[in-house]
């Protein structure tokens, strides 16, 4: 068992480079406790979270998912440049003390806005998942005009200061399959192959020009669009460590997960090419583990940690998440439940990023489940101080998700037993060799007993 856990670790970490793509935390249960998933995956989602986690005989055996979830976060003083600089075009006479100042704001460097979605459908029928999934991956960084910078240049829209948009949606249509190794208990191995379709963007929104159409940019976005194709290779394993040993307290899981392991690469648009971005877009692959403890049946806590140091679309902006959470199952009955759940992330590789405070709460009913979370971060950001002050948190997410499951047990299969053959008790110790030599003279002797008064004459009466 240590052989084979060692061998995946070694794969994974061999084929993990220093950055990768946002992890995105698909499904409301996950978002709700702390953006966690990869110790206590359940049901088809785990076919995205660890696919190792469809071999667990705990899980539902049959049964759909179908999750859906927004991210965003904001770093810098991107929005409030961008903001003061449209107010000073409107403006009778800015001042060039304000246009510089907004004008700084913007360009400050790791500065952008970034967001990040998903959306899927999730089955799982025993030990195999089928899914489709897709996600975008949106990311808006400033480019300043520092030539026309005079209150004329700015109020006649002649400033070209602008937000690059970069962005890709990719749609994941695979299988996973995951499995109990038969000689070692309690540790489960699993992969996904997946065939991926990109569209890869790049738009330019000009701060000054695009006033009256700021709609239209996710248009741009997918009208420059390139679509291209791959595929891509996931890997998991999950040990169950009291499945594995018995009688080990709070039941402790322990996970580990990579995804795109093949670094797949899509085509960019020819104006990504003009813009100096050359090469390919790569997803490069992600590697993250995760562990669980369950102090009681209906109390479940969790842990995720990225291994990499992940991309983002904004430049200079990495993310490295670390998350913890809670799931409190109300109810804790097959056929009602109401769990709450509350965690807290936070992006290691940003030490301004602050902590991000995860709720959710789910209903189920029979076999239907539904559930809802949301994330906000304890820190704001300033989006306009040009007039009146404004701020709004610096990350938000929210998500949704309704499953229909079947089959499967909430309770814990016995771990396979351990045989121990113990010393017979003190009555049931073998004889002596004198003991037996005495039994059998003494048998002996009422055999030949037995056959002298069977041949002896009858008296008559």
């Not at 759909?64 to 409030?80: D, K, N």
């Amino acid at each position: 068992m240590k052989k084979s856990l060692f061998v995946l670790v070694a794969l994974l970490s061999a084929a993990s480079p220093v950055l990768a793509l946002e992890w995105h935390a698909l499904g409301a249960r996950s978002i709700g406790m702390g953006g966690t998933g990869v110790a206590a995956a359940q049901g088809p989602l785990a076919a995205y979270w660890n696919p190792a986690a469809l071999g667990r005989p705990t899980s539902n055996a049959y049964g759909v998912q179908i999750p859906l979830g927004v991210h965003a976060a904001l770093t810098g003083s991107v929005i409030e440049g961008a903001k003061n600089l449209q107010n000073l075009k409107d403006s009778a006479s800015p001042s060039q003390g304000d246009i510089n100042n907004a004008l700084n704001k913007l360009d400050q460097p790791g500065s952008g806005l970034r967001v990040d979605g998903g959306f899927g459908v999730d089955s799982k029928i025993g030990r195999l998942g089928l899914f489709l999934n897709g996600f975008s991956h949106i990311g808006a960084v400033p480019y300043v005009d520092r030539v026309n910078t005079t209150p004329t240049n700015i109020t006649n829209a002649a400033n070209n200061s602008k937000l690059i948009v970069k962005g890709a949606n990719i749609v994941e249509l695979g299988a996973a399959y995951g499995r109990e190794l038969p000689f070692a208990p309690g540790l489960y191995l699993g992969g996904a192959l997946k065939l991926m379709n990109a569209q890869v963007g790049y738009a330019d929104y000009f701060v000054l020009r695009n006033n009256n159409d700021q709609g239209n940019i996710i248009d741009k976005l997918k009208d420059g669009a390139t679509k291209s194709s791959n595929f891509g290779v996931d890997l998991g394993a999950l040990w169950d460590l009291d499945r594995a040993f018995d009688g080990v307290a709070l039941k402790p899981r322990v996970g580990l997960v990579g995804r795109n392991l093949n670094n797949p690469k899509f085509s960019r648009p020819a104006s990504a090419g003009a813009a100096g971005l050359s090469g390919k877009f790569a997803v490069n692959p992600q590697i993250r583990m995760g562990a669980s403890i369950s102090p009681f049946n209906w109390w479940n806590i969790t842990t995720d940690l990225d291994l990499t140091r992940n991309l983002t679309p904004v430049d200079n902006a990495a993310s490295r998440q670390l998350g913890i959470g809670n799931e409190f199952n109300v109810f804790n009955r097959s056929w009602i439940n109401i769990p709450l759940r509350i965690g807290l992330m936070r992006n290691t590789a940003e030490t301004s990023a602050g902590n991000v405070l995860t709720l959710g709460a789910g209903l189920n009913f029979l076999h239907v489940m539904l559930d809802a979370s949301a994330a906000v971060s304890s820190k704001r950001v300033v989006t306009e101080s040009q007039g009146k002050e404004t701020k709004i948190p610096r990350e938000l997410a929210l998500g949704v998700q309704l499953s229909f499951l079947f089959g499967g047990s909430d309770e814990e299969p016995a771990s396979p037993k351990r045989e121990w053959k113990a010393a017979p008790p003190a009555d049931d110790q073998p004889a002596s060799t004198e003991t037996i030599r005495k039994a059998a003279e003494k048998a002996q002797e009422d055999l030949k007993a037995e056959e002298i008064k069977q041949s002896a004459p009858a008296t008559k009466p």
